[in-house]
């Protein structure tokens, strides 16, 4: 039987390209949310004929039930946070895979993970601002938490061996610099959003893309990171590959290095995801090792680049931190993406909030919430 998937975010780039490679496996999709493309959204429900819908956005949610009404075959469409954590939930799926962007996506993995379903993340946000409660979550029902980052992806896959994984001592995590490497804030402080959304190497959705130009991105998948593999974060080191080819490396106890490579398509991580522990056929282009001249490395400049330096603070304290500089960000990107503040402003509200208060200690869900609403505040108070 072919697996069943359950896809969160499917209107998104790691979306769309989760339905390429669904298609390509034969597999069948069990449900399907989106935010608000609901436009897109019915196209992919006819395509591939989910059981259960969700949209987040109510008045998304009214046009697709007017879209489907009459339809033979239609869906169950639920509606909303809580329609999105009810269909994270349903029996009926062999993998959930997350690709909601933002915190929004914590709610569904965790009810996914206590469902007792597989998880695939490709919702960041889950482990960032949530991380002992996602981590714990996936102990207590013994499920399987499944990367799809490229990067959280290649370390994965560098780490099959259980004997590799108890010689783990370093994760050396790539990053492409994003379009403004080498750059200083006197370059960057004019820079708007047209230019931050030109990024090199991936093709991404908006806030990803900016989150790469700002090197958010980097700071959020060494959080990621932490959780992921246990490894506390100064053993964690961001190396800058240009190419991105390199998707990430591991190091052992001998000092020898894995690292795996693939040319930058998102479709090989997330492939890797859902067949694991098997590998599908080719759904990338291969790498093409006569064409490929040069592989540089480079250090990631946290000195100009402050939101990389704000996530190292935030996951040193700890606790709530994480999510504090998670929270402000999303708010700071919304309001650089509208031109109501300039590109550097995101790192210089991130790094405030952080640096604003402790954070340490234990939280719960509500408690998560809580900081993520003080922390936009906290960007609105300090424009």
């Not at 993998?95 to 929004?104: D, E, R």
């Not at 790539?174 to 004019?190: E, H, I, N, V, Y």
Request: proline letters at 4%.
């Amino acid at each position: 039987m072919p697996k069943k998937i359950t896809l969160l975010g499917s209107t998104g780039s790691i979306g769309t390209q989760s339905l390429d490679v669904i298609r390509a496996q034969g597999y069948e999709v069990f449900g399907l949310s989106a935010h608000s493309r609901t436009d897109l959204l019915l196209r992919q429900i006819e395509t591939f004929h989910p059981k259960v819908v969700c949209v987040t956005d109510l008045d998304a949610a009214g046009r697709l039930e007017g879209a489907l009404a009459g339809r033979a075959g239609a869906p169950v469409l639920l509606h909303g946070a809580e329609g999105l954590r009810q269909l994270a939930a349903m029996d009926g799926p062999d993998v959930v895979l997350n690709s909601v962007v933002g915190i929004a996506g914590l709610g569904a993995s965790l009810a996914a993970i206590e469902s007792g379903h597989d998880l695939a993340l490709a919702n960041k946000e889950s482990l960032v601002t949530g991380g002992h409660l996602v981590t714990q979550a996936v102990a207590r029902h013994g499920v399987k938490l499944l990367p799809v980052d490229s990067e959280h992806s290649a370390i994965f896959q560098c780490l099959q061996d259980a004997h590799s994984a108890r010689s783990l001592t370093k994760i050396l995590l790539t990053a492409s610099g994003g379009p403004f490497f080498g750059m200083k804030a006197d370059q960057l402080r004019g820079k708007t959003k047209e230019d931050a959304l030109r990024h090199p190497n991936w093709n991404m959705g908006a806030k990803i893309t900016i989150d790469s130009a700002t090197l958010m991105n980097k700071g959020l998948e060494l959080i990621e990171a932490v959780w992921l593999f246990g490894l506390p974060p100064e053993k964690i080191q961001i190396v800058v590959q240009r190419q991105s080819i390199i998707h990430s490396a591991v190091q052992f106890s001998d000092n020898s290095v894995i690292a795996q490579l693939g040319v930058p398509d998102m479709r090989i991580p997330i492939q890797y995801a859902l067949t694991w522990p098997e590998r599908g056929g080719p759904v990338a282009p291969e790498l093409d090792f006569a064409a490929l001249k040069v592989l540089t490395f480079d250090v990631a400049d946290e000195e100009t680049f402050r939101c990389l330096a704000a996530c190292k603070k935030a996951i040193a304290k700890g606790g709530l931190g994480p999510c504090a500089a998670n929270g402000a960000n999303e708010e700071a990107v919304k309001l650089f993406l509208e031109d109501k503040i300039g590109f550097l402003d995101i790192g210089r509200l991130v790094e405030a909030v952080v640096d604003s208060d402790a954070f340490g200690g234990s939280y719960d869900l509500a408690d998560v919430y809580q900081c993520d609403r003080m922390a936009r505040a906290f960007v609105h108070s300090h424009l």
